[in-house]
């Protein structure tokens, strides 16, 4: 069962302009929502990360919004720059007996092109 | 500040040969530690998670295994590999926020595995 839906799985900006990836998940147990940004051969990176009793969360050019009566959560990235292309992740945590559960979406790809 | 490392960091090797895959957390006392897979188009799952010393859990049954020798130190390993276990293996660590809230899994920069 996917918990957590992610889309698009690719997308293609241009410079300067919106990024926007869109997350959907299912089990309101969840209670802690990362971002995650992956650059090719290398592990994911903590991007930014929002809980549920927020609606919003900006951190320079990357923006969290989160909407817990539908669900969702998105990621903005605004003026885009081509060292922004990666594979962005979202997540979804529950604490679980002394460790956190996460499930991950299934990745966008975003290409920012000059 | 806390640091994961992982070795190697790609790995070629022949099925039915054994396997090991090392990842440290340094900075850090007591971590949550875990393995992933990563396929391509289908995100990362979770393979085994630690919350100390010597105490491992599965998530999925498979033909891999896992050890936490040291408080830092944990391990992938497999007695004899199939084509299917080829895929990216990311090694994450956590800690467990005031009241067992939620914080961030910190990942390194992964292992390659090739099987051929």
């Known amino acids: 069962q996917q918990q957590v839906k992610q889309s698009p799985q690719s997308l293609i900006v241009q410079k300067g302009g919106i990024s926007i990836i869109n997350c959907a998940y299912e089990n309101t147990a969840f209670d802690y929502f990362p971002w995650y940004q992956q650059f090719p051969g290398k592990g994911p990176a903590l991007l930014i990360a929002i809980r549920p009793d927020v609606s919003e969360k900006k951190e320079g050019r990357f923006t969290i919004s989160f909407n817990k009566s539908a669900k969702q959560f998105s990621l903005h990235i605004m003026d885009s720059q081509p060292g922004d292309s990666a594979t962005y992740f979202c997540?979804?945590?529950?604490?679980?007996?002394?460790?956190?559960?996460?499930?991950f979406g299934i990745g966008t790809k975003l290409q920012v092109i000059p | 500040s806390q640091t994961i490392h992982q070795w190697p960091a790609t790995l070629v090797q022949p099925v039915g040969s054994p396997l090991s895959l090392e990842c440290t957390v340094e900075g850090t006392s007591n971590p949550n530690l875990y393995w992933y897979r990563q396929a391509a188009g289908r995100g990362l799952q979770l393979l085994f998670y630690s919350v100390g010393i010597g105490q491992i859990s599965s998530e999925v049954p498979q033909n891999l295994s896992a050890s936490r020798p040291q408080d830092r130190q944990f391990i992938l390993s497999s007695k004899k590999l199939l084509l299917s276990d080829s895929g990216f293996y990311l090694c994450?660590?956590?800690?467990?926020?005031?009241?067992?809230?939620?914080?961030?899994?910190?990942f390194g920069d992964g292992t390659r595995l090739s099987i051929l």
């Open positions: 997540a979804a945590s529950v604490p679980r007996w002394g460790y956190q559960k996460v499930t």
């Open positions: 994450a660590w956590s800690v467990l926020g005031e009241a067992n809230s939620n914080q961030p899994q910190h």
